[in-house]
């Protein structure tokens, strides 16, 4: 059953979800970044390209996404290997039960919150194991 993390208090989603694929890559883990928005789907490809080095990663679209480790779209199924999928979008991702990982970042603005809590109650009654992670209080890195 996958197992599903809330990080919450981010200050920035799309900078938590950098450094969490980061560090899901140096574990060899494959990652799915869910994003149905165009626009929030440019913008976390550009934070991905600006690290230093090189991280192997394309739009779930790309002629390459089946052999790449992280994925950035909404079409769980073009990844090889489904370890963890990292949710940027409002909604629930599609077919999540298929990974070992679900990680969910939310802000401390109220509507992502509000969100972010109804998404928590969907999972918690279909018994998934929930965890949650509190980057304001703890200052932890991801």
Known sequence: MTEISFYTFAQDRLEVARQIVVKAYRQKRHVMLYVTDRERADVMDQLLWALPGFLPHCRDHDPLAPETPVLIGASVDTLAQPDVIINL???????????????????AAEDDRMRARQRYRFYQERGYALST????QQGVQP
């Open 89 to 107: 979008d409002d909604e629930r991702p599609q077919a999540f039960s298929r990974f070992a990982r679900l990680l969910e970042i939310v802000t």
């Open 133 to 136: 992670i509190n980057l304001g």
